[in-house]
């Protein structure tokens, strides 16, 4: 079964009495358990793509499934139902509600649908161990790194069990040691069969995916695989990196403690 289905998709605005043609037919297909990373310079139809597959726009013509589902049909209270039930989403600003703590960052989408119960904050708890904050469950975003609120954004994502986990430049605000424990919570998350769609414009982030699908003018120019020792080897220069980094930053430690005062 996939995950998402798109057929011939297309987007048109009309922008300063001109027709701009965002997407001029593009299909593909994200089965359960794959892991997408979507790649394309400016003006190649990247973000109108993100905001269909979020269910944010509608297209002017063609077919979005969403497992049996044509959401491009639907009406704009449907399309909400959509957002808030079948897709987690993850964004570079982590987009976390400061005056609440962890857990109820996790709860947010729950209590937006009315169903917040024991049994629910029971999962929200679980999430956030699950992605490695069970000692910061009543932590404010104000107290967490920047690593731990994308960890936050992560685990809420999850909450309604998505269709998919729709990714746009999650790790664009992170350094690399705090990029290298994302991406690996991203690896472990899909080989539980978690099915991921990532917007990036980096190419060792995207070569973490499956497979890279790249756009170019509102057409879709290659839909690429990573092969398993690809992956690996971009796996492995995201640790070197943060070893690297982390080794600075302890020898600026180490001359910041002989400073004389």
Partial sequence: MHACSIRELKKEYVLKGETVRAL????????????VAIMGPSGSGKSTLLNLLGCL?????????LGADNVAKMTDNQLAEIRSTRIGFVFQSYNLIQQLTVVENIEVPLYYQGRLGA????RCIELAERVGLSQRLGHR?????????QRVAIARSLVNDPYFILADEATGNLDSRTTAEILALFDELNQEGRTLIMVTHEDDV???AKRV???RDGLLQS????APEQRQAAADRAHAAAAQALAAEAELMVQADRSPD
Avoid: C, M, W
Wanted: a positive charge; charged letters at 25%; hydrophobic letters at 25%.
């Fill in 213 to 215: 699908i790249r756009l």
């Fill in 24 to 35: 001029r037919g593009v299909s593909f297909d994200v089965p359960e358990g794959d892991y």
């Fill in 223 to 226: 839909d690429t695989p990573n």
């Fill in 206 to 208: 995207a070569a973490r």
């Fill in 141 to 149: 975003p104000s107290q967490l790194s920047g690593g731990q609120q």
């Fill in 57 to 65: 726009d509608q297209p002017t013509s063609g077919q979005l499934l």
């Fill in 119 to 122: 049994k629910q904050r029971r």
